[in-house]
């Protein structure tokens, strides 16, 4: 089953054909990072005026840079070989998602190909699906599709993804910890009950003066300090709480300041990243423990963190980097392991879409 999708939740447009929900045919993304870069964080309506400019040249690309068929586009049969539309309803910024579902509402009109809402927060999860071994109980999946000879950034040699499983979201908006049965049933075990991971990262770095794009500045001056910082929450329950931290980091990093000559950025760089990581990790592997799961998933942009992926004891799936941060492959994947059509006249943009199941 071939699925065109479109993403356009926050700041990236993108748009992805993918066979099976595991097999990549096409992927497209166009960014409007760099333009938000001088105000320290993304303004929502220059990310919808953006989304707007980049939806129809990058669904274009998408279409046509298919490797399997050349030329897409070249013929009035351009959709010919689609089964269905899939498109983000949310959750994300309001103007950004309603350029990408009102796009797919109107090719499933065009084409009549049915239509399939998505929940961007679980279409993240799923990115681990793509191109990698998993079982699903009763089909045999073909071994030409196992990740043999994967590259360094998936967890260990053993790429079968096996259920029950546990599932670690972590984005700039979402921290969430999910018990998946199998590939469609999943329960919602806890998330953050504040500031998500990454946007701890985010707002912590630019309190350091490393500016816009948190998570990856962090993780590249992060050097060995003898600052101290709390690991908030690390209780019994799945919930996180990362206010508390980036509190800490501002009253630490005024401390240190106020010392004529200091400007230790990188130590607490570093120990942003532990605390951080420490919980993640400590709640994920917890939750294995409890669930007897037998593999643990990651994804989300945090999980394009090494630091994160190198600390956890055991073997873990996480998507590679630039299948963590935001795209379209992802809701396609979703889409066809658990996705349902909807008749177009009923979709809409839900901003603050639940991600609770
Ligand atoms: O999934 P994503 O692209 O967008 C959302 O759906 O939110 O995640 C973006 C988040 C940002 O907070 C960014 O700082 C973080 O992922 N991120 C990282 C890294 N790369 C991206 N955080 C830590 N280490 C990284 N290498
Ligand atoms: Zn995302």
């Known amino acids: 089953m071939r699925i065109l999708a479109i993403e356009t939740s926050f700041d990236e447009t993108a748009a992805a054909i993918v066979d099976d929900g595991t097999k990549v045919v096409t992927n497209v993304i166009a960014t409007s990072k760099e333009m938000h870069e001088k105000y320290g964080g993304v303004v929502p309506e220059i990310a919808a005026r953006q989304q707007l400019q980049s939806m129809i040249p990058v669904l274009t690309e998408a279409l046509l840079s298919s490797k399997n068929n050349t030329v897409l586009l070249n013929s009035n049969k351009v959709f010919a070989s689609i089964d269905a539309i899939a498109v983000t309803i949310g959750p994300g910024l309001i103007g950004s998602l309603l350029v990408g579902v009102e796009t797919a509402k109107t090719l499933a009109f065009v084409t009549k190909k049915p239509l399939i809402p998505v929940n961007h927060v679980l279409a993240h999860m799923y990115a681990n699906f793509i191109d990698s071994s998993f079982v699903i109980p009763g089909v045999t999946r073909n071994p030409s599709s196992s990740n043999a000879g994967s590259p360094a950034w998936a967890g260990d040699d053993k790429k079968e993804i096996q259920f029950p499983a546990i599932s670690l979201v972590v984005s700039g908006a979402h921290t969430e910890l999910y018990f998946m049965k199998n590939i469609k049933d999943l329960q919602w075990l806890g998330g953050t009950l504040d500031d998500a991971a990454g946007e701890c990262f985010d707002k912590t770095a630019r309190l350091l003066g490393f500016g816009y794009g948190g998570g990856v500045a962090i993780e590249k001056a992060a050097a060995r300090g003898n600052i101290k910082l709390p690991r908030p929450m690390m209780d019994e329950s799945f919930d996180f709480s990362f206010s508390g931290l980036k509190t800490a980091v501002m009253r630490e990093w005024k401390k240190h300041l106020a010392l004529a ?76 392991f658990r996705g349902n059509p909807v008749d177009w006249h009923e979709i809409t943009a839900i901003p603050d879409l639940s991600v609770k199941y």
């Not at 709640?283 to 990651?298: C, E, P």
């Not at 090494?306 to 994947?333: G, Q, S, W, Y």
């Open 261 to 336: 000559g200091s400007n230790p950025a990188n130590a607490f760089a570093y120990e942003i990243q532990e605390a951080i990581t420490d919980v993640l990790v400590e709640k994920t592997i917890r939750a294995a423990k409890k669930f007897n799961a037998k593999s643990i998933l990651l994804s989300g942009g945090v999980a394009a963190n090494t630091r994160l992926r190198e600390k956890f004891p055991v073997a873990i799936h996480v998507p590679p980097p630039a299948l963590c941060t935001d795209n379209a492959v992802m809701i396609a994947a979703v889409a066809y």
